[in-house]
């Protein structure tokens, strides 16, 4: 296994960090997109990686805001009450989109031993409607084969793009949720009309974080099985 600690520039001379970890003849590159303030250190990403990795999967994990961004949003966190119209960054999509994107791009030219491989998202929070957009709408669309959403918000992401998904997608979401939750993933998911394969799973006994005993190993066994079906 090769495990890299990665930092990828962007245009403002900042940078996103990210590990990346690749085993012996990898299958697929699975990018995670992490949402709510969460990243690379998440421990259910983390694990499931791990799980990926020792099914031949190589994984990225990377942060979708810059550390500046993320203390704008800890800061706007304590004002939006009197300032209702703020949009935190890690619900911006067309930036998280756009984030993906940079990952996914560098990724493929720098890393000799992921260029080619087909690509799959693992989506969390409102990073699983930055997924959606990326698998749709960015230059390697024809690469990108699946999408995994656990915990998700599909739902914020465009109507239309949902309605253009072609890869292989999966809705994971914890039969103990809020039912806005659940709903949210249902709505998404009837409007998925045109993917090559899609399920909703709800995980019995589990919460939105997947932390009572047993729900992260549950979880990341429906997402590994999806992920080996469908790249």
């Given at each position: 296994m090769n495990i890299l600690e990665i930092a990828i520039p962007l245009p403002n001379n900042e940078y996103l960090h990210g590990i990346l970890s690749i085993p012996e003849n990898p299958k697929a590159l699975i990018i995670f997109a992490h949402g709510g303030g969460s990243g690379r250190d998440s421990p259910r990403d983390q694990h499931v990686a791990n799980i990926l990795n020792q099914k031949g999967f190589a994984t990225l994990l990377a942060d979708l805001l810059t550390p500046v961004e993320q203390d704008s949003d800890t800061k706007s966190q304590k004002v939006m009450g009197r300032f209702p119209g703020i949009v935190l960054n890690?619900?911006?999509?067309?930036?998280?989109?756009?984030?993906?994107?940079?990952?996914?791009?560098?990724?493929?030219?720098?890393?000799?031993?992921?260029?080619?491989?087909?690509?799959?998202?693992?989506?969390?929070?409102?990073?699983?409607?930055?997924?959606?957009?990326?698998?749709?709408?960015?230059?390697?669309?024809?690469?990108?084969?699946?999408?995994?959403?656990r915990g998700g918000r599909p739902d914020l992401a465009d109507s239309d793009t949902l309605k253009r998904v072609n890869a292989a997608t999966m809705l994971i979401v914890g039969a103990k949720d809020s039912k806005d939750m659940i709903d949210?993933?249902?709505?998404?998911?009837?409007?998925?009309?045109?993917?090559?394969?899609?399920?909703?799973?709800?995980?019995?006994?589990?919460?939105?974080?997947?932390?009572?005993?047993g729900a992260v190993e549950r979880m990341a066994k429906v997402a590994t099985q999806w992920f080996t079906r469908t790249l």
């Open positions: 890690t619900f911006n999509i067309p930036l998280l989109s756009n984030r993906l994107f940079v990952i996914t791009d560098w990724a493929i030219r720098q890393i000799s031993e992921v260029k080619g491989l087909p690509i799959g998202y693992f989506g969390a929070s409102a990073g699983a409607a930055a997924a959606i957009e990326t698998a749709v709408s960015s230059s390697y669309s024809e690469k990108t084969y699946a999408i995994v959403s949210f993933n249902k709505k998404a998911f009837k409007q998925l009309k045109n993917t090559k394969a899609k399920d909703l799973v709800i995980v019995p006994h589990a919460g939105h974080w997947f932390d009572e005993f």
